[in-house]
């Protein structure tokens, strides 16, 4: 059996740290930095994947540092890897800093299942998260990756009792194996 090729695409890096959530820990404000959560959530991935399924998975990803990467160069390392499936990963912000909930995001049909099953596996293990659900969007990554692409927003890091949810390593560990759980499921199941 073939192996299917995964890209896991850690959103922002580098002099662009994406959203900045903040939160208040033994009376001093903490700052977390979506680039970060983002990296650590597709380490747990890789991780997850590589130690169970890697004789059935290549699994790389765009950055696996503290890296910068524009668009263009993360739609390029889909072609170049030829990814049978890319997930991004970042962190969501509102004005609003009570909004809060994970969701999925989608721009080609190809990816609408994987889409729907990361989803429902997000919800179904982070119980205490609002399902914003399933949406189609214009953006670059999933447009010019491949055709089975996906970005998925982990959380609000501009609520803070998020903010402080996302900066647990046990969170973003947990968000990394269900991505992978996923993925799993996604192909061999």
């Known amino acids: 059996m073939a192996k299917h090729t995964v890209l896991l695409d850690p959103g922002h890096g580098g002099h662009d740290p994406g959203t900045i959530g903040h939160y208040l820990g033994n009376d001093k404000e903490i700052n977390v930095l979506e680039k970060d959560v983002n990296l650590d959530v597709a380490l747990y991935a ?14 790389k990803s765009t950055r696996y540092n503290d ?15 030829n990814a049978d499936l890319f997930v991004s990963i970042h962190c969501n912000s509102f004005e609003d800093f009570n909004v809060t909930g994970l ?26 998260n609002i399902d914003r659900g399933v949406k189609t969007a214009n953006y670059y990554v999933l447009r010019y990756s491949v055709p089975n692409s996906v970005l998925f927003e982990c959380e609000f890091l501009s609520n803070p009792e998020k903010a402080k949810w996302l900066n647990q390593m046990i969170t973003k560990r947990d968000l990394g194996f269900v991505i992978g759980e996923v993925v799993r499921d996604y192909f061999l199941c």
Request: hydrophobic share 35%; charged share 25%.
């Open 46 to 59: 890789r991780r997850y994947l590589i130690e169970r399924y890697s004789n059935d998975f290549r699994v």
């Open 103 to 128: 969701e999925t995001f989608y721009y080609f049909h190809d990816a609408t299942k994987f889409a729907d099953m990361l989803q429902q596996n997000m919800i179904v293990n982070f119980v205490n």
């Open 67 to 81: 890296k910068y990467l524009t668009l263009q160069e993360r739609c390029n390392k889909a072609h170049e890897v």
